[in-house]
T-cell receptor, first 116, second 112 residues
Framework: DVKVTQSSRYLVKRTGEKVFLECVQD?????MFWYRQDPGLGLRLIYF???????EKGDIPEGYSVSREKKERFSLILESASTNQTSMYLC???????????????FGSGTRLTVV | DQQVKQNSPSLSVQEGRISILNCDYT??????FLWYKKYPAEGPTFLIS?????DKNEDGRFTVFLNKSAKHLSLHIVPSQPGDSAVYFC???????????FGGGTRLMVKP
């Protein structure tokens, strides 16, 4: 069973702080994703990575960066946290399309970040 | 511009009755559709999917219907149970399983 683990369930940070959100998956998935979930807006893609050291911007990358130094780990970085980045952050992973698996993702439990 | 829309932010249903959650999409290149269920403080979990070559897929109490001409899909839950109370996200992908695009979610409340 695929497991996607996010290191923190709840975080409270101050405006201007640099914030690291960590995500680890244990199924050797090439593709990994960071989403944020906000009421009424659903899941919005921040960044994704097709493989180690590869990253692509999603729909809302402003104010964020990512790091993928190892296949199992995908980190989301808030360079200078702001109050409008208060949200639920969700990490997901999957095998690439065309590998015979369905298109669905496996999600972590989420990190509820509050920026004060 | 949202390519996947769930126009009802919330839905309340009595236990034992049918729950119908709706989803509309605009991109005709979408060929695979999924429903995810999310409880508070947990990540979304996959519920059921349907390929564009089908118009119905059933799994126990859950059935997804796809109307390609109307670009509309729906999730039916029969009978609804209190444990079904959660936020449901519709998602779509195109081109043999590329990125998923999610709708805004519908919060389902099933009352005992």
């Amino acid at each position: 069973d695929v497991k996607v683990t996010q290191s923190s369930r709840y975080l409270v940070k101050r405006t201007g702080e640099k914030v690291f959100l960590e995500c680890v998956q244990d199924m050797d998935h090439e593709n990994m994703f960071w989403y944020r979930q906000d009421p009424g807006l659903g899941l919005r893609l921040i960044y994704f990575s097709y493989d180690v050291k590869m990253k692509e911007k999603g729909d809302i990358p402003e104010g964020y960066s990512v790091s993928r130094e190892k296949k199992e780990r995908f980190s989301l970085i808030l360079e200078s946290a702001s109050t409008n980045q208060t949200s639920m952050y969700l990490c997901a992973s999957r095998y690439p399309p065309g590998t015979g698996t369905m298109a669905g993702y496996t999600f972590g439990s989420g990190t509820r970040l509050t920026v004060v | 511009d949202q390519q996947v829309k769930q126009n009802s932010p919330s839905l309340s249903v009595q236990e034992g009755r049918i729950s119908i959650l709706n989803c509309d999409y605009t991109n005709s290149m979408f060929d695979y559709f999924l429903w995810y269920k999310k409880y508070p403080a947990e990540g979304p979990t996959f519920l059921i999917s349907i390929s564009s070559i089908k118009d119905k897929n059933e799994d126990g109490r859950f059935t997804v219907f796809l109307n390609k001409s109307a670009k509309h899909l729906s999730l039916h839950i029969v009978p609804s149970q209190p444990g079904d109370s959660a936020v449901y996200f519709c998602a779509a992908s195109g081109n043999a399983g590329n990125m998923l695009t999610f709708g805004g979610g519908t919060r389902l409340m099933v009352k005992p």
